[in-house]
């Protein structure tokens, strides 16, 4: 055990005294610092700087939060500017300039005929769709309203993080295994009197922790941010408040807590993908381009609805499902008479993915002969 860590230790060692790795996170971190700054409404320009437009709104919002969605609050802003986050939810059902007329038969009834419609466009089953309707009848309606600034903020930039994580992983990560065959080192490390196997072992250690390492940093440099900005005032109010287009039973907490783990396991897989293509490839710079190339074509790649399958598959890749509105799609994973949503089924499999990328990896690092 301590022959691994001493060569674990050395692996932190060449990692760390790479300057490349301190830039890349540096630089991520203040864009997801940047990226809260950024209002997901706009800013009003009488307003004398972002700090009081923020505490304006939320004093705004706090004399509703604990009523009900009803015709008496619908009333009450009939004739003049919607509370922001009341605003957001109408605003996710009907047009901006139709919102001062809604009444509260028309927002449910809207949103049930949104739900019906999603539904119907990704081709469930009647199963899922049972599925679905037995969840949305343990909905309280009509809906409790909460301050949910800082949460809704938090939801939409993991889909943020999600990209920006792929390519922390892609710049840092692959140099445990390419480094040592571009400088033509590996005559050494491979020499090792401890075997190939715990050098291994600790070269994949050493990749999964600074890839999940990176990750909580990035993670905290959005939520620490947000929190003194707007605080968390809504993590128990329901998803619907600000993803009315889903009949999960979940509170917003409980959906950004889905959110932190899959980033988590996505960058265990991750990790994996790109320690195994520098293995593979011998080579950084293929990784990266590998890495990159997946995650410009999850960008711009739409496949049609009627696929669904495929459709489903492609929303499951990491850079794609920390969307909110993937992460929260009504397709299910039926697996032994069971249904399964993706956040409860993808973990799993990212480690599985992860666990197969690592043996496989291994399959080609113990029979990597040096030649001249």
Known sequence: MCEFGNILKYEYLKLFHRKIIWITLGIMMILSVVIVFVSDVGFDSEEPGIVQYIRKNKQEEMEIVGEKVDDRMLEKYRDKECAQGLWYFLNCLFPSDYICEVTEEKLYQQRQELLQNNMEEARLTKGEKAYWKQKEAGIEKPFTY??????????????????????????????????????????????????????????????????TGGTLC????????????????????????????????????????????????AS???????????????????????????????????????????????????????????????????????YFTQMQFLPIVYVILAFLLAAGGWREYKRYQITK
């Not at 809504?234 to 009949?247: H, P, T």
Request: proline content about 2%; overall charge positive; glycine content about 8%.
């Open 218 to 265: 990035l993670i905290l440099s959005s939520v620490i941010p947000i929190l003194i900005l707007y605080g968390f005032h809504g993590l128990d109010v329901r998803i619907q408040l600000i993803y009315a287009a889903c009949s999960y039973h979940l509170t917003i907490g409980q959906v950004i807590r889905n959110q932190i783990i899959l980033l988590i396991f």
């Open 146 to 211: 909460g301050y949910t600034a800082g949460e809704r903020k938090l939801t939409a930039v993991f889909y943020t993080l999600a990209m920006m994580q792929v390519i922390f992983i892609a710049v840092t990560v692959p140099s445990i295994f390419a480094d040592e065959h571009f400088r033509k080192m590996d005559q050494l490390n491979l020499c090792s009197k401890y075997g190939k196997g715990r050098l291994y072992g600790a070269k994949i250690t050493a990749g999964l922790t600074v890839g």
């Open 268 to 338: 265990v897989l991750e990790s994996a993908f790109a320690m195994f293509c520098a293995e593979k490839m011998k080579s950084g710079m293929g990784t990266m381009a590998v890495m990159t190339g997946i995650l410009l074509l999850s960008l711009t790649l739409n496949i049609p609805e009627q696929f669904r399958m495929a459709v489903q598959l492609w929303n499951s890749i990491p850079s794609n499902i920390l969307a909110v509105w993937n992460l929260l799609d009504c397709r299910l994973v039926s697996l032994f008479g069971r």
